[in-house]
T-cell receptor
Framework: AQSVTQLDSHVSVSEGTPVLLRCNYS??????LFWYVQHPNKGLQLLLK??????LVKGINGFEAEFKKSETSFHLTKPSAHMSDAAEYFC?????????????FGAGTILRVKS | DAGITQSPRHKVTETGTPVTLRCHQT?????MYWYRQDPGHGLRLIHY???????DKGEVSDGYSVSRSKTEDFLLTLESATSSQTSVYFC?????????????FGPGTRLTVT
């Protein structure tokens, strides 16, 4: 079965500095991977997705993630943090099986941006 | 935004009472999912549907049942609510794009069981 480990439960950065949110996954086949963001008291929004095309994936709001098969990682980065980036971020792997696909979520990383 | 609504958005209920949450979509997507979100656990799948009247269990299905009598509606029922079912519940839909299996999420329902 697929699994996801987000290596940091909380990350704190200053506005204007780089963001790195770390994610490792476990999958027995070539996975689809996603990053979702959840702002306080809001639903989940898709940031970006990897689907076995380019290994460097660009998403919304300046976020990127790089798929590294040898390291089983899919870290999320952004060159310069903005106050509006403060939210909880989820790394997700798609699990095939049964009658449909299921998403397996990591536990989440809360990003705090200091002014 | 994907056309997904959830009702109610907030509910407080007492232990032992039945509760039904509704998910409604206007996208005509085949697949629908119910998740619960708890601190430190991310989202965990409760049940999902792969067509009208076709459902299957997820990771945390005990104490929950679902029904789907038409494409647009997916109901989650807690037959006898317990305090451990206090959570935020999210519905999701998917067209099962074979390239991505991307899911779109509703706004959530906050359920408190006292």
């Amino acid at each position: 079965a697929q699994s996801v480990t987000q290596l940091d439960s909380h990350v704190s950065v200053s506005e204007g500095t780089p963001v790195l949110l770390r994610c490792n996954y476990s999958s027995s086949y070539s996975p689809s991977l996603f990053w979702y963001v959840q702002h306080p008291n809001k639903g989940l929004q898709l940031l970006l997705k990897y689907t076995s095309a380019a290994t460097l994936v660009k998403g919304i709001n300046g976020f990127e993630a790089e798929f590294k098969k040898s390291e089983t990682s899919f870290h999320l980065t952004k060159p310069s943090a903005h106050m509006s980036d403060a939210a909880e971020y989820f790394c997700v792997v798609s699990e095939l099986g049964g009658h449909g696909n299921k998403l397996v979520f990591g536990a989440g990383t809360i990003l705090r941006v200091k002014s | 935004d994907a056309g997904i609504t959830q009702s109610p958005r907030h509910k407080v209920t007492e232990t032992g009472t039945p509760v039904t949450l509704r998910c409604h979509q206007t996208e005509n997507h085949r697949y629908m999912y119910w998740y619960r979100q708890d601190p430190g656990h991310g989202l965990r799948l409760i049940h999902y549907s792969y067509g009208v009247k076709d459902t299957d269990k997820g990771e945390v299905s005990d104490g929950y049942s679902v029904s789907r009598s038409k494409t647009e509606d997916f109901l989650l029922t807690l037959e006898s609510a317990t305090s451990s079912q206090t959570s935020v519940y999210f519905c999701a839909i998917s067209a099962r794009d074979p390239r991505t299996y991307e899911q779109y999420f509703g706004p959530g329902t906050r359920l408190t069981v006292t």
